[in-house]
């Protein structure tokens, strides 16, 4: 319990650094930024380019529209973060399974460990906005029954696609992870591979495939957010960032509330993967 408090302290205190170092800028620097030889090497720090922390809070209780019974700009920004949330945790259980199932293969067969992991490694050096336009060009095609393929579909294909690769790998790791010697009892006890597995790989790999699960959950964020504005779909924190970002004029408070609510899905997203910690305590020691 100390551990999560001080994690949790940490976090906030992080925040508060960020937001002091927020404002420490906006007082040091140049309004205009700061230009070498015709290169801005420094963001301009006037209110149109970096509001006050406190102006983009207080935008969070204006209306979205300027009409009578136009929800608040922090309704909108809330309901937005629940909708790609939805397609993020989507996301990160498709490429978590996907991933387990890839460890588990490549731990069983050598051969396809070396000639896969080569490819995995590299599958993470594709642009999703190279991506997004074939997922959503494949899935166009796809009709089952009389479900037809939707473009929240592809983004949580897209989310998955960078949620699998920490799981895959993480998972790796902790499968192989048991001392030499306790693979060798279980082999010597005449213990099947799926025996061993269960019994010692399985329980092995939970201290590597936690820190796997929170690096997946927020690259499963990321990715959704930039699915949504690649994609077009609607609904989402990322459009939303975008259509705030067109409208605003003069005055980007409004994308930065959209931002911050992005930042707190993240953290979300990953503090939900955090509560398997408590249900798998037990194997927290087992790191050799």
């Not at 204006?62 to 397609?87: K, Q």
């Not at 690769?165 to 099947?192: Q, W």
């Not at 609607?234 to 605003?248: K, M, T, V």
């Amino acid at each position: 319990m100390g551990g999560r408090w001080r994690t949790a302290s940490m976090a906030v205190a992080a925040f508060v650094l960020l937001v002091l170092a927020w404002e420490l800028a906006k007082l040091v620097l140049p309004a205009d930024g700061v230009s070498l030889g015709g290169t801005r090497v420094l963001p301009r720090t006037d209110d149109a380019a970096m509001p006050h922390v406190w102006t983009v809070i207080a935008q969070l209780g204006r209306p979205e529209v300027a009409v009578p019974g136009a929800r608040p700009v922090g309704l909108a920004v809330a309901a937005a973060a629940l909708f790609t949330l939805g397609l993020a945790l989507g996301g990160l259980l498709l490429g978590a399974v996907l991933g387990a199932v890839l460890a588990l293969v490549m731990l069983r067969f050598a051969l396809v460990e070396r000639a896969t992991l080569p490819y995995v490694v590299a599958s993470q050096t594709v642009p999703l906005i190279a991506i997004a336009p074939l997922v959503v060009g494949w899935g166009g095609r796809i009709a089952i029954g009389g479900w037809v393929w939707q473009p929240w579909a592809s983004v949580m294909v897209i989310s998955s696609y960078l949620a699998f690769f920490p799981v895959a790998v993480g998972m790796l790791r902790g499968l192989s992870s048991p001392a030499k010697a306790d693979v060798e009892l279980f082999h010597a006890m005449a213990a099947s591979w799926w025996t061993t597995l269960r019994r010692l790989r399985l329980p092995a790999s939970v201290p590597h495939l936690l820190p796997a699960l929170r690096l997946a959950a927020a690259a499963a964020v990321v990715g959704a957010i930039v699915a949504e504005i690649s994609t077009g779909t609607r609904g989402g924190i990322g459009r939303l960032i975008i259509e705030y970002a067109q409208s605003a004029t003069g005055d980007p408070s409004r994308m930065y509330a959209a931002i911050l609510g992005a930042a707190v899905l993240g953290l979300v997203a990953a503090g939900a993967v955090g509560l398997l910690d408590v249900g798998l305590r037990r194997y927290r020691g087992s790191v050799r």
